[in-house]
């Protein structure tokens, strides 16, 4: 008498079994955005122009004497818009007849060409710091460097370079308010184990970051010398370059710190087309098309309001 088992059964027997879901790949957090002051009065063209003031001189004044008057001295600031971007996918008629998953696929395209987008945004400001200041250059300002090399070995971050920002952006007369520095993740690894703020015996006021680590999400738990520190992965990077005498490890990391205060933001841009989506059915390849594109500009407004550290990457 024969049963119904496997071995019975096996051409009844699924060899693989297939989601009904699809598998999203993870995405970090994008936060540039909001660090750059963009402009609205843009009704028509690429360039937009800034002007700009400098401050009023004080000369003694001599009795009975003639006053001595000075002009005011006056710049422009330009920028253009540069990128227009696309990003684009179709799917097929046959695709659509034949790929269970096909529905789902097309309604990914959107969002999908969106967060491309937004990426591409994301890598442009992280980059505005390098692209804005003068490379092998100290970038001096008010007699303080803006652009340095870690001090740690062989290129490290170290905590002085928190103190040097700091003092860079004081002796610029930028607000002490919000301020922010955006690293690199070896950064964060590298400020976690150092010795002088893992001990927590010797240095009690670092306690906060021993106990709970100093990231928490894309944010530091504590603040470093009235910095709050976020981690990126989009941070520029510089190939070879040498500052003062001193050369930057390769493939340097471009950590940024600024104050992110409303009124002084470092970056200025301005969008010519915000992300536009355009659909359409192909009768003559059959497949149904869409289309994400922008345009912006953006650039380096306020030099004194960007300290750059460059940094060894890890390995």
Known sequence: MAGNTVATLALAKRAEVWSAELKEILRDELQGM?????????????????????????????????????????????????????????????????????????????????????????????????????????????????RIIGSGTGGKIAVEDFAKALRALKTGKVPQKNLVAIVDPSVEFEMNTLSNI?????????????????????????NIYGFDVYTSNYLATKASETISGSAAPSNAINNIFFSAEQSVLPFVGAWRQMPEVDTEYNKDYQRTEFVTTARYGMKLYRPENMVSVLTKPMA
């Open 198 to 222: 893992t001990n927590v015996s010797n240095n009690p006021r670092w306690e906060g970051i021993v106990n709970s680590g100093i990231a928490s999400g894309m944010s530091f738990v504590a």
């Open 34 to 146: 909001k660090y750059v002051d963009w402009l609205s009065d843009f009704p028509d063209g690429d360039t937009f122009k800034i002007p700009s003031l400098g401050d009023a001189t004080v000369a003694d004044y001599v009795e009975d004497a003639a006053v001595s008057y000075t002009a005011i001295d006056d710049a422009q600031f330009t920028f253009t818009i540069t990128d227009y971007l696309q990003s684009s996918n179709y799917i097929t008629n046959k695709a659509m007849q034949d790929v269970y998953y096909s529905n789902q696929i097309m309604s990914q395209f959107v969002p999908l060409q969106e967060r491309a987008l937004m990426e591409r945004l994301e890598t442009d400001i992280m980059k505005l710091a390098q692209t804005g200041q003068t490379a092998a250059n100290p970038n001096t300002i008010n007699g303080v460097d803006h």
